[in-house]
Each structure stands twice: as C-alpha cells, then as structure tokens.
C-alpha cells in the first residue's frame, strides 16, 4: 500500500489539490490507519474549536437518539427472525408428527371406526323430545376417554369385553 507523506496531506487539508488526487487520498484515509494518525495529527486545538461551533447544539443529542433507534430497529428485526424461525420449527414438528401418525395407520383406524363410534354414540345417547339431558356432555367425554384407553392398551377401538 502506497503511503502519502506530510506535504501531501497538508495540500488536502488546505484544499490545494486537484479532484481526482483528493478522492485518492480520501479513499485512502478510509484503509490505512497510519495514515489517519498522520493526518489527524495536522489538526490543531484551534481547528477542532472551530469545528466544533459549526456544530448544532444539540448534535450529539440528536446522533445518540439516533443510535439509540437503529439498535431498537436491529432488535426488532433480529425478533421477527426469530419468530420466523420458530415458526417454521412448529410447522416441520406438526408435519412430522402428521407423518408418524401417516405411517403408523392411525388415521386409517380413526377413518375406518369412526362411523363405528358414532353409531355407538348415537345408540347410547339416544334423547326423547320431552326430556332434556344436562349430562350428555360429560357422558361422551367418559366415553371417548375409554376409547381411547382401549386403543392405547389394545390397539383398537372398541369395548375392553370385545377382544
């Protein structure tokens, strides 16, 4: 890397040089910290002083509460990632459960006694129009919960006196 000596930075400063030269020192400024240093130091107490009253009032006020917004924005968006990571975690987990149970028949035996179910339902919780019946609700929970304990034990559906 090629470095610019002292003469060459004071004519930048100065603006004493032509265009093309001057975004090449620029550029430059931007890749060698040496030269930075070596530039920077150019600068006097009286230069910063007046920089610094060209300087808005509340400048460093107004760049901090800036900051303070892009790292706010840069959360929120790192959340929503997350969020659509997860996401599409739940959405393999439910599609890979849904395989298991494919491939495990358990779908097919629901499909297949199924009408069985209902009509065993039905037969039990027959209803005459003039009575009503408050327990119905809690007497098909009883019974899909033998169900499906016949099920996990047995492997079917049905009565535990069947098999």
């Given at each position: 890397m090629k470095h610019f000596d002292r003469?060459?930075?004071?004519?930048?400063?100065?603006?004493?040089?032509?265009?093309e030269?001057?975004?090449?020192?620029?550029?430059?400024?931007?890749?060698?910290?040496e030269c930075q240093e070596a530039f920077l130091s150019l600068i006097d107490e009286t230069q910063i002083a007046a920089?610094?009253?060209?300087?808005?009032?509340d400048f460093t006020?107004?760049?901090?509460?800036?900051?303070?917004?892009e790292k706010s924005a840069a959360?929120?968006?790192?959340?929503?990632?997350?969020?659509?990571?997860?996401?599409?975690?739940?959405?393999v987990a439910a599609a890979s459960i849904t395989i298991v149970f494919v491939a495990g028949g358990l779908f097919r035996s629901l499909v297949y006694t199924g009408p069985q179910v209902l009509a065993s339902?039905?037969?039990?919780?027959?209803?005459?129009?003039?009575?009503t019946d408050y327990k119905w609700p809690g007497r098909i929970v009883d019974k899909v919960a033998k169900m499906i304990n016949n099920y996990e034990v047995y492997g079917r559906f049905g009565n535990e006196e069947e098999k």
């Open positions: 003469s060459a930075w004071l004519l930048y400063k100065q603006g004493s040089i032509k265009k030269k001057s975004e090449q020192l620029e550029q430059h400024l931007y890749e060698c910290e920089a610094g009253k060209m300087l808005p009032e006020g107004r760049v901090m509460h800036d900051l303070a917004e959360r929120s968006k790192q959340r929503m990632s997350e969020k659509k990571k997860n996401l599409i975690i739940y959405y339902l039905n037969s039990q919780l027959s209803i005459t129009s003039s009575q």
